[in-house]
């Protein structure tokens, strides 16, 4: 449907040639003696989408928190757009694995909080949220409080409230694992379809390694932890724009699934034997 | 069963208590002395809602009260906001609090008096101390408790230090100051009367203190009901208070299963 209005890109996404966006650079990251991942080494090229997949537990969203500059690295260094990452980033939009919504505010009011921190006049914030409301499918909620709305309908929220300042790179922690099938493949391509107006630098986890594939330029494997690192990354080559539902029944998207599979399932077997 | 025979029951309740009591003091069962008869304390309260200069007595114990309760929480909150930002002031300042908040306040009711006089600002300030701590305490927990995701969500959308504190920390521990709204009014009812019927020239508590001093069973029982209906008028314009001031917290009767 996508299709006729957003130009073919150049594929693959140009990863030679674009500036690097986020550089991850030998990151240790622990917690007391408790060392979650060691040794990282990631970079993601401007206007890359980048997936990372691992066993639960294994450090992703650690690796997340080190990059929008929550948590600190033992060693190492992350920088966005050639910046060091020290202190919390405010020119990044982070969509939270964890509800983040301010519980006394209501959608729109939410939604507009990036611009408004950032000094934006009330009129244009109101304007410019009202559209993104509109766009993450939640008209006529804009005045609903986080509690009256369901789990689905608050991760779009958080979406839009994450994306309305335009942040350079985008952090995405789960965010459609919450939502029913039906729900998850209309996001999916919703999120496609707001990516491909303006591509960013995105950085998504996922445990559901056909969203890693579907969505992604490249899907990075991270090792069980503890000392979790990466132990491979595979460039996904099929062409965009992508419809979700309809790329899963594309040959190369089994034969990536297999491959990637075959590398994540010793780590996942593995992640549950320490379990036991 | 249903509210119309709810509503019988306990009238049938009250008919036989009041008028048993009624009864028992036209017999002479009961001595008038400690125990006045019902229609009597019905009288006296007739003839003091009818008197114009009663409503000076019930506007002092009003205003005491409510200056008592917006100072007290004022201070509280402020207090407790900065001690829950602050973990080191916190844990310095906590021994004294700890000393300070363990003080009977009915022992200071005379120390006020000594300080301010027998007008309105001993029983303010008894009203004050008493309203502060729950406040106090009430603000910090809620400042400590904002949930750490929301709070670096809104440093991540760019919230400066003012913007945090009033998005996030006033918030978050305003619906734990508005949730203790009720026990702290009522405390700042109690510092009022109690002032006053400690040493003062006016207000409920004063005229329970007159009564009592005159031997007048009569007036104090009437007194005390006069505060009781006080204390649930004030307590019924709480309710619909709580609910428009907080409307963005989930009530129990919609309040769903996560
Ligand atoms: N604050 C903390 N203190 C101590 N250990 C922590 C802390 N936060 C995370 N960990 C540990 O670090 C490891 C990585 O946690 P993290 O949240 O990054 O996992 P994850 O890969 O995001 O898992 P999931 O897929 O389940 O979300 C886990 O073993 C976890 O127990
Ligand atoms: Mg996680």
Same mark, same amino acid.
């Given at each position: 449907?996508?299709?006729?209005?957003?130009?073919?890109?150049?594929?693959?996404?140009?990863?030679?040639?674009?500036?690097?966006?986020?550089?991850?650079?030998?990151?240790?990251?622990?917690?007391?003696?408790?060392?979650?991942?060691?040794?990282?080494?990631?970079?993601?090229?401007?206007?890359?989408?980048?997936?990372?997949?691992?066993?639960?537990?294994?450090?992703?969203?650690?690796?997340?928190?080190?990059?929008?500059?929550?948590?600190?690295?033992?060693?190492?260094?992350?920088?966005?757009?050639?910046?060091?990452?020290?202190?919390?980033?405010?020119?990044?939009?982070?969509?939270?694995?964890?509800?983040?919504?301010?519980?006394?505010?209501?959608?729109?009011?939410?939604?507009?909080?990036?611009?408004?921190?950032?000094?934006?006049?009330?009129?244009?914030?109101?304007?410019?949220?009202?559209?993104?409301?509109?766009?993450?499918?939640?008209?006529?909620?804009?005045?609903?409080?986080?509690?009256?709305?369901?789990?689905?309908?608050?991760?779009?929220?958080?979406?839009?409230?994450?994306?309305?300042?335009?942040?350079?790179?985008?952090?995405? %922690?789960?965010?459609?694992?919450?939502?029913?099938?039906?729900?998850?493949?209309?996001?999916?391509?919703?999120?496609?379809?707001?990516?491909?107006?303006?591509?960013?630098?995105?950085?998504?986890?996922?445990?559901?390694?056909?969203?890693?594939?579907?969505?992604?330029?490249?899907?990075?494997?991270?090792?069980?932890?503890?000392?979790?690192?990466?132990?491979?990354?595979?460039?996904?080559?099929?062409?965009?724009?992508? %419809?979700?539902?309809?790329?899963?029944?594309?040959?190369?998207?089994? %034969?990536?699934?297999?491959?990637?599979?075959?590398?994540?399932?010793?780590?996942?077997?593995?992640?549950?034997?320490?379990?036991? | 069963?249903?509210?119309?025979?709810?509503?019988?029951?306990?009238?049938?309740?009250?008919?036989?208590?009041?008028?048993?009591?009624?009864?028992?003091?036209?017999?002479? $069962?009961?001595?008038? $002395?400690?125990?006045?008869?019902?229609?009597?304390?019905?009288?006296?309260?007739?003839?003091?809602?009818?008197?114009?200069?009663?409503?000076?007595?019930?506007?002092?114990?009003?205003?005491?009260?409510?200056?008592?309760?917006?100072?007290?929480?004022?201070?509280?909150?402020?207090?407790?906001?900065?001690?829950?930002?602050?973990?080191?002031?916190?844990?310095?300042?906590?021994? $004294?609090?700890?000393?300070?908040?363990?003080?009977?306040?009915?022992?200071?009711?005379?120390?006020?008096?000594?300080?301010?006089?027998?007008?309105?600002?001993?029983?303010?300030?008894?009203?004050?101390?008493?309203?502060?701590?729950?406040?106090?305490?009430?603000?910090?927990?809620?400042?400590?408790?904002?949930?750490?995701?929301?709070?670096?969500? +809104?440093?991540?959308?760019?919230?400066?230090?003012?913007?945090?504190?009033?998005?996030?920390?006033?918030?978050? +521990?305003?619906?734990?100051?508005?949730?203790?709204?009720?026990?702290?009014?009522?405390?700042?009812?109690?510092?009022?009367?109690?002032?006053?019927?400690?040493?003062?020239?006016?207000?409920?508590?004063?005229?329970?203190?007159?009564?009592?001093?005159?031997?007048?069973?009569?007036?104090? $029982?009437?007194?005390?009901?006069?505060? +009781?209906?006080?204390?649930?008028?004030?307590?019924?314009?709480?309710?619909?208070?709580?609910?428009?001031?907080?409307?963005?917290?989930?009530?129990?009767?919609?309040?769903?299963?996560?």
């Amino acid at each position: 449907m996508s299709l006729a209005v957003v130009n073919p890109m150049p594929a693959p996404a140009g990863q030679q040639n674009a500036k690097s966006m986020v550089s991850i650079d030998a990151v240790t990251m622990s917690f007391g003696s408790y060392v979650a991942v060691q040794d990282v080494n990631l970079t993601v090229a401007d206007g890359e989408f980048l997936a990372i997949v691992g066993p639960t537990g294994c450090g992703k969203s650690t690796i997340l928190n080190a990059i929008a500059g929550l948590l600190k690295p033992a060693s190492g260094t992350v920088s966005i757009d050639g910046t060091p990452v020290k202190g919390v980033q405010n020119d990044i939009g982070y969509l939270f694995q964890q509800d983040a919504l301010l519980p006394w505010k209501t959608s729109i009011e939410n939604v507009e909080l990036g611009l408004m921190f950032r000094g934006v006049g009330s009129t244009e914030r109101r304007e410019r949220s009202m559209s993104w409301l509109a766009k993450v499918g939640l008209k006529g909620f804009e005045h609903r409080y986080p509690h009256q709305l369901s789990g689905g309908q608050r991760k779009r929220v958080q979406m839009a409230q994450a994306l309305i300042a335009g942040p350079k790179v985008i952090l995405m %922690d789960e965010p459609f694992s919450a939502l029913d099938i039906h729900t998850r493949h209309l996001m999916q391509n919703e999120l496609l379809r707001l990516w491909q107006e303006e591509r960013r630098a995105v950085v998504m986890i996922t445990h559901d390694l056909e969203e890693a594939i579907a969505l992604g330029d490249r899907v990075a494997i991270l090792a069980a932890g503890p000392r979790s690192r990466v132990i491979e990354s595979f460039p996904v080559d099929l062409e965009r724009p992508r %419809d979700v539902a309809e790329i899963k029944l594309d040959p190369r998207f089994m %034969d990536l699934y297999r491959n990637i599979w075959a590398s994540l399932r010793g780590e996942v077997e593995k992640s549950y034997e320490r379990r036991d | 069963m249903n509210v119309v025979t709810e509503r019988i029951i306990q009238l049938g309740m009250l008919v036989f208590i009041l008028g048993g009591w009624q009864l028992g003091v036209t017999a002479g $069962f009961i001595d008038v $002395f400690f125990f006045p008869a019902p229609l009597d304390i019905f009288n006296q309260i007739v003839s003091w809602i009818v008197d114009p200069g009663f409503y000076k007595h019930v506007s002092i114990t009003l205003t005491e009260t409510v200056l008592g309760y917006i100072i007290g929480t004022g201070l509280g909150v402020a207090a407790g906001v900065w001690l829950g930002l602050s973990r080191s002031a916190a844990r310095i300042l906590d021994p $004294f609090i700890k000393g300070l908040n363990a003080i009977p306040r009915v022992v200071l009711a005379p120390i006020f008096v000594l300080w301010l006089g027998l007008g309105l600002w001993s029983k303010v300030a008894l009203a004050v101390t008493l309203v502060f701590f729950i406040t106090f305490f009430n603000a910090m927990q809620g400042v400590r408790e904002v949930n750490p995701v929301v709070l670096a969500n +809104a440093k991540i959308l760019g919230a400066k230090r003012s913007d945090l504190l009033r998005h996030v920390y006033f918030p978050a +521990a305003a619906s734990w100051i508005l949730s203790s709204l009720r026990t702290s009014v009522g405390f700042a009812v109690v510092g009022a009367i109690i002032g006053e019927y400690l040493g003062s020239s006016a207000g409920l508590g004063y005229l329970i203190a007159q009564a009592e001093g005159n031997f007048d069973a009569v007036g104090v $029982f009437a007194g005390i009901i006069i505060l +009781a209906m006080f204390v649930l008028i004030i307590d019924r314009i709480l309710d619909v208070l709580e609910g428009r001031l907080i409307k963005w917290r989930p009530n129990a009767a919609e309040e769903r299963a996560a």
